[in-house]
């Protein structure tokens, strides 16, 4: 079964430090999402993106965030200065889609960043 | 806004045990509903879902089935296997044809053999 792939899998990195996580969605899928996990907290929503641009977003994704999809395979988060607190669990997601029930999420393993 | 409430975990069972985890939400309209599990080391896969009022979903043995009345979505099985230790996490779509979903905080399950 097909799958989405993020890499990598655990990324540490300096406060004011930009980083680049990489997802490659499942091919045919149209929409791609970021979701994050705080430690203890729950998944949230991060950003939505169709047709090479961004279809929503949350308070959360501010201007340190963008997304870019480079090429016809991957889609990346960047966050440009990193904070303490953006240490987390950064989930890919793609669907088919639009999200309901004919559509699920499919998600990648997961990037953990942590910030020192 | 449109929330989804789990029970807390950790929860630790025997093998061949009934598990029971709770999920309410809130949400205006009429969201769709999901369990979304996560297994050790890789990421949230769809368990099971519903769309409307009364539906049943079930995959794996495992069963919510949505409750307008209650607003309640708790997942059931009957006799649960080590195999089935992992994180459960339910979930809403705010709408059909959703940008986003919602998710609750996880329940951790442990099963013992």
């Known amino acids: 079964e097909p799958e989405v792939t993020q890499t990598p899998s655990h990324q540490v990195t300096q406060m004011g430090q930009e980083v680049i996580l990489r997802c490659v969605p499942i091919?045919?899928?149209?929409?791609f999402y970021w979701y994050r996990q705080i430690l203890g907290q729950k998944v949230e929503f991060l950003v939505s993106?169709?047709?090479?641009?961004?279809?929503?977003k949350s308070e959360i994704f501010d201007d340190q965030f963008s997304v870019e999809r480079p090429d016809g395979s991957n889609f990346t988060l960047k966050i440009r200065s990193t904070k303490l607190e953006d240490s987390a669990m950064y989930f890919c997601?793609?669907?088919?889609?639009?999200?309901?029930?004919?559509?699920?999420?499919?998600f990648g393993n997961g990037t953990r960043l942590t910030v020192t | 806004g449109n929330s989804v409430t789990q029970m807390e975990g950790p929860v630790t069972l025997s093998e061949e045990a009934f598990l029971t985890i709770n999920c309410t939400y809130t949400?205006?309209?009429?969201?769709?509903l999901f369990w979304y599990v996560q297994y050790p080391g890789e990421g949230l896969q769809l368990l099971l879902k519903?769309?409307?009022?009364?539906d049943k979903g079930s995959n794996k043995g495992f069963e919510a089935t949505y409750r307008k009345e209650t607003t309640s979505f708790h997942l059931e099985k009957g006799s649960v296997q080590v195999s089935d230790s992992a994180v459960y996490f339910c979930?809403?779509?705010?709408?059909?044809?959703?940008?986003?979903?919602?998710f609750g905080q996880g329940t951790r399950l442990t099963i013992n053999p």
């Open positions: 997601a793609s669907s088919e889609w639009l999200v309901d029930s004919r559509s699920p999420l499919h």
């Open positions: 091919s045919n899928h149209l929409y």
């Open positions: 993106f169709y047709n090479n641009e961004i279809s929503e």
């Open positions: 949400a205006t309209g009429y969201p769709s």
């Open positions: 519903a769309t409307k009022a009364d």
């Open positions: 979930a809403l779509s705010e709408v059909q044809g959703a940008q986003k979903l919602v």
